[in-house]
């Protein structure tokens, strides 16, 4: 059974992570509302909102978390190249909102999306409060890609990224990956497990290093 989280109940209530299920994997509450102090109380535990639309928000832990260590990103050749060559202008907070709505749209794999209004929403609430943040590639004054998250302390919590052209996606996040390098930001949070994000460098941690990892970083509560 998971725990059912009331509206009403303190922002920080939520469950022990180890009591997550592990079918489907990492379930751990349901219920509760999106408000950007218990986002803030979620992501410190290492906990994250995911649902489709029609359902209640689901809190989410999976063990092993997959992540991408800065150092350990995996640039190709090509994508060097275009880099070295100036192919994309790298920003950061210069439109939250386009990258948050590139991320919703229907894709041709995915038609639906899971960044309800509720969601998007939420996470530009987060963004006024500094908490949340875009990694942005532009080529030619157009968004070419770019991804979003929250930073909390030496953590960006990545939660989706998208690209309009080739390489779009891969040049924000390698943008990302430089800035955490000089910010001192040590771990970026990819959640889930894909091909795409395998390619790139990430890895799956262990739940419980994840974990020390955050109070580590001065990201957990």
């Known amino acids: 059974m998971i725990a059912w989280i009331a509206p009403g109940d303190p922002p920080d209530r939520f469950p022990p992570v180890e009591r997550a299920l592990t079918e489907p994997e990492g379930l751990l509450a349901a219920g509760g509302d999106l408000s950007c102090e218990r986002l803030e109380a979620a992501y410190r535990r290492g906990i ?4 489709s639309p029609g359902q209640p928000v689901l809190w989410w832990s999976p063990n092993p978390r997959e992540v991408l260590i800065p150092g350990e ?8 190249r275009r880099l070295r060559r100036g192919d994309f202008e790298w920003r950061m907070d210069s439109d939250f909102e386009a990258v948050i709505d590139g991320c919703a749209a229907p894709r041709a794999r995915s038609p639906g999306t899971w960044i309800t209004p509720d969601m998007r929403a939420a ?5 006024a409060r500094g908490l949340a943040h875009s990694a942005e590639a532009w080529r030619n004054g157009r968004l070419a890609g770019g991804l979003y998250g929250v930073r ?5 919590y990545g939660e989706s990224m998208f690209s309009r052209e080739a390489d779009g996606s891969k040049a924000a996040l390698a943008g990302l990956v430089r ?10 949070d990819c959640q889930l497990p894909n091909p795409h994000l395998r390619s790139l460098g990430s890895r799956a941690m262990p739940r419980a290093e994840f974990l ?3 109070a580590a970083a001065g990201a957990s509560p």
């Open 48 to 51: 994250f909102p995911w649902f």
């Open 73 to 80: 990103f995996h640039c190709s050749r090509s994508l060097a």
């Open 123 to 127: 996470y530009c609430a987060l963004h």
């Open 152 to 156: 909390i302390g030496g953590v960006f």
């Open 179 to 188: 800035h955490c390098l000089d910010e001192g930001i040590g771990l970026l």
């Open 212 to 214: 020390a990892r955050l």
